[in-house]
């Protein structure tokens, strides 16, 4: 695909606003380098960084910080380097997967648990999403014994000021713009038959970006908990489609990449 | 029945403490003389009173404040005194019969109402019992519409410090005293023949008394969101059979009585 068409699309799922680069990148390796041998070279992760709009300067800032956390690791081989997640960054990123891209509801019980007031506050466990004093909302019922805990079925509503604290205005209005455009690049991408490796590898890395950025975001509760308007369905079926028609490319292919030439 | 056996039935059933005038006459008036026209002379109500070990000047004060409070009204007829409850005694009356006379229990749904911490509270209305901040049990989910109410079924029991909301652990030792009490009451009133009908009137009212003490202490909900322990099935049980066995005396059966001469 000719590059301004191609800018075009990206422009569409990225909207204005550059991504921040060290989150990207973790998408970067999360998508396309998440496996045990795995390892990107620079040249490819700077062909990416540049088709979504970003300066190789930025990326090896961000490649240091990431080295620095824990992330990555570098490797040399002659006088190319590449980039691969340390056991630490892997575990991270498969956690995150199976909620990225899962096609259907991660979860779909709700419980409202309701713990003693009088008690010391435990920790605040994954699990666990407080909505006010001594409430908490979960995918399954608590564990402790003082802990009671009833199911929300789908034809329960929860009020708005319980759905708002799961997930906030903002956070629903994202979900609907993305769902809007995901939609839109669905209609645009008739055929993939043009695009290089590289360019579906980042078409993959900016729908998954803005997708991880909510869904992220978002407790592991079922949709019936969230907001009226919350589009996250719509976006999770979209981004399984447009991911089931992008598929990964082989990092060798991405290898063979110069910078700046797709 | 001969004046020790029938003391020692009452004493039985009330315990060492008597119990507090003023309190127990508001019994005697909703047991005996709760109908339209129902009054009772001062004869009877000092019979009554000294069968439970009462003084008459006990009495008199209580009446006196009994007519402040608004509760009763006395009436004359040449030189005999009558009571009889004013209609908003009357209302108060009738409004807590269903459940001090109730052999079923009066509510068998409970619903957990959660309600926004951030909105101003609302007033606390007979139909929320509050267990924590913006918590409450009810025995009807909410009307209002930001309000999520959860039904509490049977087979979910409450952790202990939701029950012991419901019912503080002295009520619940109360409640199985009285069951105790009543269960013997049951087994030692083989017949009710030798009963007078002062004698009879002075049972449903010790019987009654003891019960509304505790039934109207605790809040309208059903049986298992109440601590374990909570003996209020076994008293509903017993006052109901015990009252259907010694049924209410007439009026004019009680005024032929003199004081002291049961």
Redesign the interface.
């Known amino acids: 695909m000719n590059p301004d068409a191609f800018d075009a699309l990206v422009t569409n799922v990225r909207g204005d606003r550059l991504p921040r680069v060290w989150s990207l990148l973790v998408t970067v390796f999360g998508d396309l380098a998440q496996g045990d041998c795995a390892a990107i070279g620079s040249a490819p992760l700077n062909g990416i960084a540049s088709l979504i709009g970003i300066r190789p300067e930025a990326v090896r800032v961000a490649l240091h910080r990431l080295r620095k956390d824990g992330w990555i690791v570098s490797r040399r081989t002659g006088r190319r380097s590449a980039y691969a997640l340390t056991p630490w960054g892997r575990t991270q990123s498969a956690g995150a997967s199976p909620v990225i891209y899962a096609r259907d509801p991660v979860e779909s019980d709700a419980w ?1 648990v ?1 713990t ?4 010391p506050a435990q920790e605040a466990g994954q699990d666990l999403f407080p909505i ?4 908490a909302l979960a995918a399954a019922p608590a564990r402790e ?8 079925d789908c034809a ?1 509503p ?5 759905a708002e604290k799961v997930c906030a205005p903002e956070t629903v209005c994202q979900s609907r713009i993305l769902a809007t455009r995901l939609e839109r690049l669905c209609l645009e991408l008739v055929s993939t038959d043009c695009l290089s490796p590289l360019q579906i590898a980042v078409l993959r890395v900016v729908i998954v970006h803005e997708w991880r950025r909510i869904v992220l975001k978002v407790p592991r509760l079922p949709d019936h908990v969230f907001p009226d308007g919350w589009a996250g369905p719509d976006c999770r079926r979209h981004v399984s489609d447009l991911l089931s028609r992008l598929p990964k490319p082989r990092l060798d292919a991405l290898d063979a990449v110069e910078a700046g030439q797709p």
């Not at 003693?116 to 008690?119: C, I, L, V, W």
């Not at 006010?132 to 409430?135: D, F, H, P």
């Not at 014994?145 to 929300?152: I, M, W």
């Open positions: 409202l309701l003693d007031p009088s008690q006010a004093s001594g409430v014994a003082g802990e009671l805990s009833l199911r929300l329960t929860v009020p708005p000021w319980i």
